[in-house]
């Protein structure tokens, strides 16, 4: 069975300052990783994913994160947080055969201070 | 491009109604749609994996026959919450994969909430 952790429930960062919320992953294969981002009462945005290639992936909004083999950890990463980056950020991740189900993490509330 | 609408975006019934919520897939066919329940500060279950033409895989703990989905084209599907209760009441989001999707993408709808009294 797959499974992700997001274990910090809420991150809480100074605004201008980088910030990473953290994701392990447990599946068997090749995983396919994706970061989803909720703002409230809304379905969810895609932010980035990683499928093969550079474990670097870099995503929207200035986002990016870093796919850890050893590590099993897709962390999700920005250089510089914004007041507007402040939302629920779900990490995800499917089996690369063939099933189709993605797994969410519980989800890391991210809050951004001015 | 790649976009996924819900409707109605928020409905209140009353206990032992049933209510109908739409997911369309604006500007690409979706051979697979899948249903998701949000629980307030929880993450999203998977309901059940709806292919166009056939019937709905449901995951496991979750009725059929309460949580009926029909996936009858390749832009549409729809689940149909019946006989609601209040336990029902939670935040619904519809997932669609492109026909010829890459890497398994799937697009998200913004969520219907469903409020039964």
């Known amino acids: 069975a797959q499974s992700v952790a997001q274990p910090e429930d809420q991150v809480n960062v100074a605004e201008g300052n980088p910030l990473t919320v953290k994701c392990t992953y447990s599946?068997?294969?090749?995983?396919?990783l994706f970061w989803y981002v909720q703002y409230p009462n809304r379905g969810l945005q895609f932010l980035l994913k990683y499928i093969t290639g550079d474990n670097l992936v870099k995503g929207s909004y200035g986002f990016e994160a870093e796919f850890n083999k050893s590590q099993t950890s897709f962390h999700l990463k920005k250089p510089s947080a914004l007041v507007s980056d402040s939302a629920l950020y779900f990490c995800a991740v499917r089996s690369g055969f063939g099933n189709e189900k993605l797994t969410f993490g519980t989800g890391t509330r991210l809050t951004i201070i001015p | 491009g790649a976009v996924v609408s819900q409707h109605p975006s928020w409905v209140i019934c009353k206990s032992g109604t049933s209510v109908k919520i739409e997911c369309r897939s604006l500007d690409f066919q979706a051979t697979t749609m899948f249903w998701y329940r949000q629980f307030p500060k929880q993450s999203l279950m998977l309901m059940a994996t709806?292919?166009?033409?056939?019937?709905?895989?449901?995951e496991q703990g979750v009725e059929k026959d309460k949580f009926l989905i029909n996936h009858a084209s390749l832009t549409l599907s729809t689940l149909t919450v019946t006989s609601a209760h209040p336990e029902d009441s939670s935040f619904y989001i519809c997932?669609?994969?492109?026909?010829?999707?890459?890497?398994?993408?799937?697009?998200f709808g913004p969520g219907t909430r469903l409020t039964v009294t």
């Open positions: 709806s292919n166009e033409g056939s019937k709905a895989t449901y």
């Open positions: 599946v068997s294969g090749n995983p396919y």
């Open positions: 997932s669609a994969q492109p026909r010829l999707a890459r890497d398994y993408e799937q697009y």
